[in-house]
Each structure stands twice: as structure tokens, then as C-alpha cells.
């Protein structure tokens, strides 16, 4: 069975500083998604960047980029330039077919 | 805001009853999702609802059920109530492409309390 793995239970970061948030998944399958979820205190589940397994090239949205190792199956999350608005839940996510699995999550605080 | 709408926002019952959660997907979109969150649990996939047919099914108990109706808005059912089904209760919807790198688009979730 799929399983992601989120080890930071938290995490801290000054504004404006980079912060990365790992993620490590164990899956046989060859052909799949992976994802980070922002959590904000409002609950409300919010995309945050994707990744196809079968692209080597690392997928950035904005101040947000990852770091994929497929073959060591780690999905990191890099913010850059952080705000206080990043301050949240993140969880790491793996989709093959119908399933979305989601990891613990990592609460990341950010401090002025 | 996701286009994704979900009501109640909270809804607190007691052990032993039944509740109906409702959700209606983001305009022009098929697929709708299930999610329970709980402190325990995490984030847990229930079921998936395609054009009004069941797609999918993960970790969803016996006692819930769901469907999607015609008008592609979706209802879950949960009965026999326990203290262990409080927990933060989420749909989502996609456009139903039938890719797994296709987005979802989460509602604000209900809020369920058992006492």
C-alpha cells in the first residue's frame, strides 16, 4: 500500500527567510501525482503546487518550488521569501488512480 | 474561494443518531470527493461520486453511505453516531477528466461534534 511520510510535526521560519518542508512517500507504482495542501487556520484545503512523477523537471509556483527525488521517493517543498499568510498546515499528497493519501501534515509557523 | 460549497458548517448531535452532510461541486464539474479529517486519523479519502455513479471507495465505515444526485450535488449520510466520527468532514469536486493529476477543489468542510 501507498504511504507518505511527513516528518516535521513543525516548523518555524522568519519572514522573508526560506523554509523546506519534506516529505518522503513509498509507492511501487510507476506512474503517479504528488501534491502539497495548504491548511490555513480557516481549514479550507488550498493547492499548493504539483508534481507528475514521469516530469524530471521540478515544478515551482511563484515563491513555492519542489525538490523530487523519484528515485528515493522524496517530495520536498521549498518557500522562498516567506510571508506571515504561509503560516499553516502543509500536507504532502500521492495519487495514483482514484486514491488521494495525505501525510500527518507539518505546522509551519512564521515569525516576523 | 473554491466554488465548492458545503452545508452545514457545523452540525453537533448526539451518539446513536444520523446526519446529512451536503455538498455541491464547483459548476460544471463531475466528480466530487469525500474526506474525513480527524485528530487521530489525519486526512482520510471515503469515497469518490462520478456523474452520479460511485467511483471510488477508501476508508469509509460501513455505517456512512453517500450519492450524487442528477444535479451532481452529493450527500453524506452517517449513522449509528459514535464519539469517533467528530471530526472535520471535507468535499471536493474536479471536472471529472479522469486523470489523477487532475485538481481538486476543496469545499470549507463540516464540522461534526458527536456527544
Known amino acids: 500500500a501507498q504511504t507518505v511520510t511527513q516528518s516535521q510535526p513543525e516548523m518555524s521560519v522568519q519572514e522573508a527567510e526560506t523554509v523546506t518542508l519534506s516529505c518522503t512517500y513509498d509507492?511501487?507504482?510507476?506512474?503517479?501525482?504528488l501534491f502539497w495542501y495548504k491548511q490555513p487556520p480557516s481549514r479550507q484545503m488550498i493547492l499548493v503546487i504539483r508534481?507528475?512523477?514521469?516530469?524530471?523537471q521540478n515544478a515551482t509556483e511563484n515563491r513555492f518550488s519542489v525538490n523530487f527525488q523519484k528515485a528515493a521517493k522524496s517530495f520536498s517543498l521549498k518557500i522562498s521569501d516567506s510571508q506571515l499568510g504561509d503560516a499553516a498546515m502543509y500536507f504532502c499528497?500521492?495519487?495514483?488512480?482514484?486514491?488521494?493519501?495525505f501525510g500527518t501534515g507539518t505546522r509551519l509557523q512564521v515569525f516576523p | 474561494d473554491s466554488g465548492v460549497t458545503q452545508t452545514p458548517k457545523h452540525l453537533i448531535t448526539a451518539t446513536g443518531q444520523r446526519v446529512t452532510l451536503r455538498c455541491s461541486p464547483r459548476?460544471?464539474?463531475?466528480?466530487v470527493y469525500w474526506y474525513q479529517q480527524s485528530l487521530d486519523q489525519g486526512l482520510q479519502f471515503l469515497i469518490q461520486?462520478?456523474?452520479?455513479?460511485?467511483?471510488a471507495k477508501g476508508n469509509i465505515l460501513e455505517r456512512f453511505s453517500a450519492q450524487q444526485f442528477p444535479d451532481l450535488h452529493s450527500e453524506l449520510n452517517l449513522s449509528s453516531l459514535e464519539l469517533g466520527d467528530s471530526a472535520l468532514y471535507f468535499c471536493a469536486s474536479s471536472a471529472g477528466q479522469d486523470y489523477p493529476g487532475e485538481t481538486q477543489y476543496f469545499g470549507p468542510g463540516t464540522r461534526l461534534l458527536v456527544l
Open positions: 509507492t511501487s507504482e510507476s506512474d503517479y501525482y
Open positions: 461520486y462520478y456523474n452520479g455513479e460511485e467511483r
Open positions: 508534481q507528475e512523477a514521469y516530469k524530471q
Open positions: 459548476s460544471g464539474d463531475l466528480s
Open positions: 499528497a500521492y495519487r495514483s488512480g482514484d486514491k488521494l493519501i
